[in-house]
T-cell receptor, first 117, second 109 residues
Framework: GAVVSQHPSWVICKSGTSVKIECRSLDFQATTMFWYRQFPKQSLMLMATSNEGSKATYEQGVEKDKFLINHASLTLSTLTVTSAHPEDSSFYIC?????????????FGPGTRLTVT | GIQVEQSPPDLILQEGANSTLRCNFSDSVNNLQWFHQNPWGQLINLFYIPSGTKQNGRLSATTVATERYSLLYISSSQTTDSGVYFCAVEHVGANNLFFGTGTRLTVIP
C-alpha cells in the first residue's frame, strides 16, 4: 500500500504557457499533500503544503500566483505552473501523508520532469 | 531553520562492501525518514525512524535523537543500491519534511 502517482511523468512546454501536474494517492486517503522541486544534483526543496479543502501554505520565496495548488479531494492535488519560463524547468515531486496510519510518514510520487523551451 | 547535513557527499564502493551513511541535524525532530532516490528520480521509503534501530534485509538504520544524528548501514552492497540517499526530518512544531544534502552512492561491479 501507500502508492502515490503523478501525471504526466514528463512534459515539454513553450515559454508563456501553463502546465498542470496531478498527484494522486491511489490506495489511501491523504491527510496532507506536499509539493517539492528538485534541480539537477541538488536536494529536494519544499514548495508548498496543502490540506484537502483549504488553501495551500507556500514556503518563503515561492510565488503563489505562479504555482497554483488545488487540493480538491483526499486523493488528488494539482500543481499548475502558470506562464512558465525556462527557469521553471525542474523536477517536481509530490508526496502524501496518510490519514489512517502514521500521519507523519510521507510517501512520494515518481516525479514530473518539466522542460520549458 | 533546521540544518540537516549528510556525509559523505559521495561514496564509491566495490560490490559486496559495507558502508555507513550519516545524517546530522541541528535541532529536535518529530520525524526522520531515510529515502533512496533511484536514477529515474523515484524516492523510495527506506525507514521511518525518529528514534531507535530498525532493520530491513541488508539495510538498517539507527537514530539517536538526543544526540541529533542518524546512521544508515548498507551491507553487502549491490549495483542496484546506486543512487542518492537522503535523510529528511520534521522539525518540532513543523508539519513538513526538510531534506538533507544527500549522499551519492555508486556501487561498481
Amino acid at each position: 500500500g501507500a502508492v502515490v502517482s503523478q501525471h504526466p511523468s514528463w512534459v515539454i512546454c513553450k515559454s508563456g504557457t501553463s502546465v498542470k501536474i496531478e498527484c494522486r494517492s491511489l490506495d489511501f486517503q491523504a491527510t496532507t499533500m506536499f509539493w517539492y522541486r528538485q534541480f539537477p544534483k541538488q536536494s529536494l526543496m519544499l514548495m508548498a503544503t496543502s490540506n484537502e479543502g483549504s488553501k495551500a501554505t507556500y514556503e518563503q520565496g515561492v510565488e503563489k500566483d505562479k504555482f497554483l495548488i488545488n487540493h480538491a479531494s483526499l486523493t488528488l492535488s494539482t500543481l499548475t505552473v502558470t506562464s512558465a519560463h525556462p527557469e521553471d524547468s525542474s523536477f517536481y515531486i509530490c508526496s502524501a501523508s496518510r490519514r489512517d496510519t502514521n500521519p507523519y510518514e510521507q510517501y512520494f510520487g515518481p516525479g514530473t520532469r518539466l522542460t520549458v523551451t | 531553520g533546521i540544518q540537516v547535513e549528510q556525509s559523505p557527499p559521495d561514496l564509491i564502493l566495490q560490490e559486496g562492501a559495507n558502508s555507513t551513511l550519516r545524517c546530522n541535524f541541528s535541532d529536535s525532530v518529530n520525524n526522520l525518514q531515510w529515502f533512496h532516490q533511484n536514477p529515474w528520480g523515484q524516492l523510495i521509503n527506506l525507514f521511518y525512524i525518529p528514534s531507535g534501530t530498525k532493520q530491513n534485509g541488508r539495510l538498517s538504520a539507527t537514530t539517536v535523537a538526543t544526540e541529533r544524528y542518524s546512521l544508515l548501514y548498507i551491507s553487502s552492497s549491490q549495483t542496484t543500491d546506486s543512487g542518492v540517499y537522503f535523510c529528511a526530518v520534521e522539525h518540532v512544531g513543523a508539519n513538513n519534511l526538510f531534506f538533507g544534502t544527500g549522499t551519492r552512492l555508486t556501487v561498481i561491479p
